[in-house]
């Protein structure tokens, strides 16, 4: 059975640091590629960053240079390092797997809030 599973999230103030982790099961993780969503309340759901099976990564122009997406694939996870952390992150991320058939998946999420 296929499963994505967040955690990490919390409460954090601005200018402070979270790592989001994805833990993956039930397909083979090396040959997908991880995407971290965010939806904040009344927002659309936004393309954060993403990481290719070779490990290559892409990344939101609005957290260019203050988030870093990485992947174990020992671990079938996939982490999302928040850094420099602002209000507006404040969200639900949720993590995507696109197998190579173009079959995805999504995680429940998990909440981030940014607040002082």
């Known amino acids: 059975q296929v499963q994505l599973v967040e955690s990490g999230g919390g409460l954090v103030q601005p200018g402070g640091s979270l790592r989001l982790s994805c833990a993956a099961s039930?397909?083979?993780?090396?040959?997908?590629?991880m995407s971290w969503y965010r939806q904040a309340p009344g927002k659309e759901r936004e393309l954060v960053a993403t990481?290719?099976?070779?490990?290559?990564?892409n990344y939101a122009d609005s957290v260019k240079g203050r988030f870093t997406i990485s992947r174990d694939n020992a671990k079938n996870s996939v982490y999302l390092q928040m850094n420099s952390l602002k209000p507006e992150d404040t969200a639900v991320y949720l993590c995507?797997?696109?197998?190579?058939?173009?079959?995805?998946?999504w995680g429940q999420g998990t909440q981030v809030t940014v607040s002082s």
């Open positions: 990481i290719i099976s070779a490990g290559g990564t």
């Open positions: 995507k797997a696109t197998r190579r058939t173009g079959v995805t998946y």
């Open positions: 039930g397909f083979t993780f090396s040959s997908v590629s």
